[in-house]
């Protein structure tokens, strides 16, 4: 949505600057921009197919970085979107995930929860239904995995939560995603974040125990 609202408003500025570069006759400049296309097209060369390839690779860049929060991530069973949960709507983390503040693991939310309003709130939704279904026959969501550590790691989400770091310091802005999109963090990550909070670095205490 970002990206349209960003894309209509340049529409918007441009169309102005030529009412006003033309004096409100906008054909003279697409008379004119339609000749300069049609003489550069005439005598295009090798310079005009690089020209061509840059332009495309930048507006390629600028889609996908314009709001790099919102890119696609996993398809989930149900399309549950943090962006409306989390952020306009300000649902605390804490209250899908409850285990985040005592223990290792923060937990999946089970459907019991997401019925806890959705018995009422837009209860007949397609998605909510999916929902009733996966309680109905007591099958618990299937939640794909977003965020993957290697094997031999061990992230303690209970002493994060207690030092009051925010989720989003290794998550990112959830409150801007629709779907997560997945991260495979690295080692560096960590030692970065630990070297700034000065905490102990010492390999079978902090991460490998």
Same mark, same amino acid.
Request: a positive charge.
């Given at each position: 949505?970002?990206?349209?609202?960003?894309?209509?408003?340049?529409?918007?500025?441009?169309?102005?600057?030529?009412?006003?570069?033309?004096?409100?006759?906008?054909?003279?400049?697409?008379?004119?921009?339609?000749?300069?296309?049609?003489?550069?097209?005439?005598?295009?060369?090798?310079?005009?197919?690089?020209?061509?390839?840059?332009?495309?690779?930048?507006?390629?860049?600028?889609?996908?970085?314009?709001?790099?929060?919102?890119?696609?991530?996993?398809?989930?069973?149900?399309?549950?979107?943090?962006?409306?949960?989390?952020?306009? &709507?300000? =649902?605390? #983390?804490?209250? +899908? !995930?409850?285990? %985040?503040?005592?223990?290792?693991?923060?937990?999946?939310?089970?459907?019991?929860?997401?019925?806890?309003?959705?018995?009422?709130?837009?209860?007949?939704?397609?998605?909510?239904?999916?929902?009733?279904?996966?309680?109905?026959?007591?099958?618990?969501?299937?939640?794909?995995?977003?965020?993957?550590?290697?094997?031999?790691?061990?992230?303690?989400?209970?002493?994060?939560?207690? &030092?009051? =770091?925010? #989720?989003?310091? +290794? !998550?990112?802005? %959830?409150?801007?995603?629709?779907?997560?999109?997945?991260?495979?963090?690295?080692?560096?990550?960590?030692?970065?974040?630990?070297?700034?909070?000065?905490?102990?670095?010492?390999?079978?205490?902090?991460?490998?125990?």
């Amino acid at each position: 949505m970002e990206i349209l609202i960003t894309s209509f408003s340049l529409l918007t500025l441009a169309v102005i600057v030529i009412l006003i570069g033309t004096r409100g006759r906008p054909m003279r400049f697409i008379t004119a921009f339609g000749e300069t296309l049609a003489h550069v097209w005439e005598n295009r060369g090798p310079m005009f197919w690089v020209s061509a390839c840059v332009a495309l690779v930048l507006a390629f860049l600028f889609f996908f970085y314009a709001s790099p929060a919102t890119r696609i991530g996993a398809e989930q069973p149900i399309a549950f979107s943090h962006r409306l949960h989390a952020g306009h &709507k300000a =649902i605390q #983390c804490q209250f +899908c !995930h409850p285990y %985040v503040g005592r223990s290792i693991h923060p937990g999946l939310p089970a459907v019991e929860k997401c019925l806890y309003c959705h018995n009422y709130i837009i209860a007949n939704h397609p998605e909510i239904q999916k929902e009733h279904d996966y309680f109905n026959s007591d099958t618990p969501t299937p939640w794909v995995k977003v965020y993957e550590l290697a094997e031999h790691v061990l992230f303690n989400h209970q002493r994060h939560i207690k &030092k009051e =770091i925010a #989720c989003e310091s +290794c !998550h990112g802005e %959830v409150r801007q995603m629709d779907r997560l999109k997945g991260e495979r963090f690295k080692m560096g990550f960590c030692i970065q974040c630990h070297r700034e909070k000065k905490v102990n670095l010492g390999c079978w205490l902090a991460c490998h125990s």
